[in-house]
């Protein structure tokens, strides 16, 4: 048996600057958490790593990384929101003698820039490409750029190092059984970094990463759970008797499929995060989103999965060259008629990679900011209808509305007063149950929001005639709670951010393209 020198290895994911609604941070602190969910990637890559490497799992998001150990390398993955933090995590431990690899979507489409700031990049997939890193790294011969032109199989995989990770604070864990997409909608990468072919695991590999994690509650990050039918409804035969909670991606089109959605329900799925993206036929196709358009009817939709018991998670994306400011009044119109009370409500970005940002950055209409601004709330491209000052405050107001009380009490009483919402979900502990039904008195009952307080009412009114089960109706409570004070905190920086918005702001692209043609 070969004996190998020992080294000291860093896994590092930078903190964000600027952290959307979304991300469920308040949501989490409720919990006694500090994140609600850790990055894949990570765990992952330590499960790849060679045994002779002491491994240290840093999240910024929950822990500090600690200034007295100088690793002998350290890998850091990158997205846009935190890439200039990655970087400057990579100038600091350069300087300590420590050798930098970056990964992760930035990284991996914006090389040269990584380069900079480190000494390795590792492109796309990191299984085999990280291996080889390391090999080479204990040789001295560390290359600038690992990639290869094929994917991995991904048929099976290593359980992810969750032992590594502070579970303590974060609330659930993420959960992937397939890579690539067949769509190409121009402003996602997903088809960009995994392909257009599926790649799926085989089932009892997941079935046994379920069984071996030390959550019972999940997040399958596939972008789209159930485009191959046959294979989440195997997947959710095999899911059933673990006893879990989880929520995922899917298409509109998963509403076509009654016994497919009530698998899912049985098998312990509570959110479904579906892209409607835009309302506006126009866009849709202008971003070769096509397949949002294919015979699905929305309401009859929506109503067949809130039928089963499962919150949808609507997502929406406003920006695109058709779209004027009164697509945010669409968007909060529609979400009221259909009762859809979680709303991911996001302006267009143009991520590096995307086809969007290669036609955007030609046309001169990617704005020369920080990218850490490409969260969602922030304006980062030239609007061909808008100014970035006008989105950016017409976006404000309307996630406002859509989280203010008086909104999501009307939604509450007609989605729950169905019934549909009493499967039973994983596991809380009585002290939890308890710290949430004080925290949920507190914030509904002592305040002088009447709406808050009448949202109360209605909720534990349906618990007692069991129209919704307690652990889901405390949830949904604790959720737009979480929502309102996150947006709440957006809105007192709002002198701020109007300031950052401003300083870049040269009015609507099809003014600005005039003037330069002029």
Known sequence: MTNHKQYTLFLISPRQRFINYPAHLKLAKMFGKRRFMVPLALPTIAAQTPDHYDIQIYDEEIEKIPTHIIPDIIGITTLAATSQRAFE??????KMGAKVVFGGPYASFMIESALEHGDSVVVGESEGKWEQALRDFELGKLQSVYRTDSYVSFQTQKPP???????????????????GCPFNCDFCLVSKNFGRKMRYREIGNVVRE?????????FFVDDNLTINKRYAR???EAIKPLKISWGCMCSIDVAKDDELLNAMADAGCFNILIGFESLNPDSLDA???????????YEEAIQKIHAHGIHINASFVVGFDNDTLEEFDRIYDFTLKHNLPNVNLHLLNAPPGTEIHKRYLQEGRLLNCDP????????TIHYMQMSQIEIFDKYMETISRLYSFDTILEKAQKLFSSGSFTRRGGEISTYMKARLCWITIKSF??????????????????????????????GFML??????????????NMEKYRKIVIDQDQGAWKDLRSTIND
């Open 89 to 94: 995590l990579g100038d600091k431990f350069r």
């Open 161 to 179: 190092r969750w032992d590594l990770v502070s579970l303590n604070k974060i609330f659930q864990v993420a959960i992937q059984v397939s890579r």
């Open 210 to 218: 379920i069984q071996a994690s030390p959550s019972k509650y999940f």
């Open 234 to 236: 195997e997947l959710m």
């Open 287 to 297: 971003s070769n989103k096509h397949h949002n358009r294919r015979g699905t009817i």
């Open 372 to 379: 850490e601004l490409g969260v969602g709330h922030f304006p």
């Open 445 to 474: 009952l002592f305040t002088r929001d009447d709406h808050k307080r009448k949202l109360f009412w209605v909720i534990t009114g349906l618990i007692w005639n069991n129209k919704i089960i307690i652990d889901k109706g405390l």
């Open 479 to 492: 959720t737009m709670l979480g929502y309102n004070r996150h947006i709440r905190d957006h809105n007192r």
